[in-house]
């Protein structure tokens, strides 16, 4: 059972099942970040299914519903304990009848101190931790939900409060381990002292929760899970190149934001239509579409609506139906308009990622593939890059993100180049000194920028694993990730770049309950706490799986690798699951690397 299931099913079974029996109705309390949780995992019609009549957000004004017990969903931070206070801050008027609070991770001592003392804590049938606290993006992916990929790994201005953002991401990380049953082995990237600081936290937590639950990550007879923690400069190639398979191709060349795909068409009565459509797993053929390439998505979306229409005799074989005479034909047929506009609407995200990519992409993408594999698609190797990328930047017709893009490739294959080439670059491909950040600012992802001599450009890439050469000469580049994916799976990752964290190492769950102190539970245990035992859901995987972190953010093409991987009929049993504070597109990550030095803003 992978990662949205398990947490449509703790949701529904764990919090409203728990507290709804037949035939009772309660009111769901909310905050922003449980409510994006539940939004990614259940449907409206799930969560009314099991006996809630209305979802309220904790932060608006509301009508008291003094008929019905309310289920608070809540974030353990101050503003929610706060406001769920304030609803029976007066017994007397209170806002609901009782309170069943769930809280989505560790509430801190100090607000259980509080809400203990509270007026709502003699209205509470029950409180616990569900150890949800991060956002399940896809069925393989995951976010603890950030709004910045880089600064609170990166940022020089971010020192002063940085472990305590850690300490956050590692409880996060750690819910999600809870989450999925796992108490896994623990990796990091030996090249930045913070994953190592970041690991050893997570792992801290993760014997916390394993104290509490011995059978955490058992499974009997199989190999151990893996947690590998990377940061972004492991990979910094992947987010500056123009990626051709579907879902990275949209979210870079269409700008999509929170899935929702916006374009506009003329209906069959010419009328202009502006369309907004939600790209999720809910839509299988989205689910089908998003990992191909784009010349492949094209045929295949065309095939299989010339199928469907043939099947039910709308046209005959061999026609051509295009997006126009598609709006006639649902018209004709409206019982079928539901499967036809799925048709439609591919169609529109397929040709739009085509359109952009004939404008302003093409001409672009076979550069970008020499410079990042080092050699032509003929198998030549490149011998001088700079002539390559010398004319793009000349091109007044080309914008300033894809030479920033193609500029930020160039400096990474070479291992930095010196100050002079660097103004030159710069000044032929009249970038704007706004962006000169961008460029400098890589060198605190551990990416050499400037480097005087050869001396200074001695560091080597890892090896990377020899591929069929099967794929079209634009996408000839596979993301690091993949590599680092096979050779944990394959045993063959190197222990040195990717060492375990102390204690963690072992190979069979069996050896899962070396060294996890079992202390005395606090005092508030008897009402705050979590189920002994592992989560429901969790169980049902019986092979190992490999967890992926990446902190400073996620490319679409990683998660895509982590998909394949896990249909890999060479490592059958391993599931992959990849995640980052944030899921990042080529433009948030150059904005993010223009702003990596800007101080942080007194609140």
């Not at 991060?134 to 940085?162: H, I, M, N, W, Y």
């Not at 051509?320 to 598609?326: A, D, Q």
């Amino acid at each position: 059972m992978v990662l949205k299931s398990v947490v449509n099913q703790r949701i529904l079974n764990e919090v409203i099942g728990a507290v709804c029996k037949p035939g009772e109705w309660a009111v769901l309390v909310v905050d922003h970040h449980s409510m994006r949780i539940i939004s990614a995992c259940c449907r409206m019609q799930d969560i009314m299914d099991k006996g809630v009549t209305l979802v309220e957000a904790i932060d608006k004004r509301r009508q008291p519903l003094r008929a019905f017990d309310a289920i608070y969903l809540l974030s353990p931070v101050e503003k929610s304990v706060e406001a769920l206070i304030a609803d029976f801050k007066d017994l007397g008027s209170p806002q609901y009848k009782a309170a069943h609070v769930f809280f989505i991770e560790t509430l801190p001592e100090n607000l259980f101190a509080k809400l203990a003392k509270s007026e709502t804590a003699k209205v509470m049938k029950n409180m616990k931790e569900i150890s949800i606290a991060f956002l399940p993006c896809e069925q393989l992916a995951f976010s603890l939900d950030s709004e910045s990929a880089l600064k609170t790994f990166f940022s020089p201005s971010r020192v002063q409060g940085r472990s305590h953002k850690l300490e956050r991401m590692a409880e996060q990380i750690a819910t999600l381990c809870v989450t999925l049953g796992e108490y896994p082995s623990i990796r990091h990237r030996s090249d930045n002292a913070r994953t190592l600081e970041l690991a050893e936290m997570v792992h801290t937590r993760l014997t916390a929760h394993k104290a509490e639950d011995m059978s955490l990550g058992k499974r009997p007879g199989q190999q151990k899970s893996q947690l590998i923690i990377l940061d972004r400069g492991f990979d910094p190639i992947s987010p500056l190149l123009h990626e051709l398979t579907l879902q990275a191709m949209a979210y870079d060349l269409l700008g999509l934001k929170d899935d929702i795909f916006k374009y506009e068409y003329t209906s069959g009565n010419d009328a202009l239509v502006v369309k907004e459509v939600l790209l999720d797993e809910h839509d299988e053929l989205w689910t089908q579409l998003r990992h191909m390439h784009i010349a492949d998505v094209m045929k295949a979306v065309s095939t299989q609506m010339k199928s469907f229409l043939q099947s039910k005799k709308v046209t005959k074989p061999g026609a051509e139906v295009s997006i126009r005479e598609l709006s006639k034909v649902m018209k004709r047929i409206p019982q079928y308009r539901k499967e036809l506009n799925k048709y439609e609407i591919h169609m529109h995200l397929a040709e739009e990622c085509m359109r952009r990519y004939k404008d302003s992409v093409e001409q672009l993408c076979p550069i970008e593939q020499d410079l990042a594999m080092g050699v032509t698609s003929q198998g030549e190797k490149v011998r001088d890059p700079m002539r390559l990328i010398i004319p793009i930047l000349l091109d007044q017709d080309v914008d300033v993100e894809s030479k920033l893009r193609l500029l930020l490739l160039y400096i990474v294959i070479k291992n930095g180049i010196s100050d002079e080439n660097l103004q030159k670059l710069v000044k032929h491909g009249q970038i704007p000194q706004s962006e000169f950040s961008t460029i400098t600012n890589m060198q605190h992802l551990g990416i050499p920028v400037i480097s005087e001599g050869d001396r200074d450009r001695k560091k080597k890439r890892p090896p990377r694993r020899e591929r069929a050469d099967d794929t079209y000469n634009v996408s000839r580049w596979v993301p690091v990730i993949k590599d680092v994916m096979e050779d944990a799976i394959d045993g063959t990752l190197d222990s040195k770049l990717f060492p375990f964290v102390p204690g963690t190492a072992s190979s069979h769950t069996e050896d899962s309950d070396v060294n996890v102190a079992t202390g005395a539970k606090s005092a508030r245990w008897t009402w705050h706490h979590r189920d002994n035992q592992q989560q429901p859901g969790a169980v049902a995987r019986a092979g190992p799986r490999l967890i992926i972190f990446i902190a400073g953010g996620a490319t679409y093409s990683e998660l895509r690798c982590g998909y394949e991987v896990s249909a890999d009929e060479n490592r059958k049993g391993w599931e992959v699951v990849i995640g980052s504070n944030c899921m990042i597109s080529p433009e948030q990550y150059l904005l993010e690397l223009r702003d990596l030095e800007r101080p942080v803003q007194a609140s």
